[in-house]
């Protein structure tokens, strides 16, 4: 059972054939929370599956790991907004913390810095396709982080606000490089990192792993853009 959690937050889903993951991804979503799982073009009925769990579809055509989170990003309605995989490797349940910092001004973007348990959870070119962008990132922008994992919380107007571009693998580390740019306090967490459920799509191959580098390594080289309405974030009126 998960703990007791605040209303008014979307969790966005990017799914990509996760029919195996979905039930146990979906009971893991705090109570009071809305799931949005972002169908980005399945074919073995995930989109019914989630519908029928009670979860909201969105539907993305256009595939691309960023295309669907943002899709994901645009159908939200709440305060604020977390990101979560939707292959069993990360728990929703999770997120609790990120939005309570969030909500209450503690930070404006939380990630979740991911601690593999058991093998095969993170294989090594994936944790050196990290390693190398976690670098390349604080030579950017001075944020140190540790991990650029896909578990992350935020405020939805504030996300929007930063006026993301990229729509492949691209779209995580720009979210941040543009919170930094904008001079967002960026926080992480310790998270477990459990063996997904099925292949990967991003990292599950040296291949994938480096075309992922390679997505990224273009946001790193773009000039520093810093949307007005992304300078000034807001929490009750109060600019922090």
């Known amino acids: 059972m998960t703990p007791s959690a605040p209303e008014d937050v979307d969790v966005v889903l990017p799914c990509l054939n996760e029919a195996e993951a979905l039930p146990w991804v979906l009971d893991r979503i705090p109570p009071g929370w809305r799931a ?24 993305e055509p256009r595939r691309g790991f960023g295309a669907a989170c943002h899709a994901g990003l645009s159908a939200a309605t709440a305060d604020i907004v977390c990101f979560c995989d939707c292959d069993a490797s990360l728990d929703p349940a999770q997120l609790i913390p990120f939005v309570r910092e969030v909500r209450y001004g503690g930070a404006d973007l939380v990630l979740g810095r991911r601690r593999p348990q058991g093998r095969g959870a993170w294989p090594a070119h994936a944790r050196a396709g990290n390693l190398a962008l976690s670098l390349m990132l604080r030579r950017r922008t001075g944020v140190r982080l540790r991990d650029l994992g896909p578990l992350r919380a935020a405020r939805r107007e504030a996300l929007l606000g930063l006026d993301l571009t990229d729509r492949r693998s691209g779209y995580p580390l720009q979210m941040v490089v543009r919170a930094a740019d904008a ?18 799509k991003v990292t599950g191959t040296w291949r994938g792993t480096w075309q992922a580098v390679r997505d990224m390594s273009r946001v ?5 853009v810093v949307p007005a309405a992304a300078e000034a974030l807001t929490h009750g009126g109060i600019r922090r």
């Open 36 to 59: 949005l799982v972002v169908d980005n073009g399945s074919t073995d009925g995930s989109a019914e599956l989630a519908r029928g769990l009670g979860a909201t579809v969105v539907h």
């Open 220 to 224: 790193l080289a773009e000039a520093p």
């Open 183 to 200: 001079g967002w306090r960026v926080t992480e967490y310790d998270v477990p990192y459990l063996p997904r459920s099925g292949a990967s």
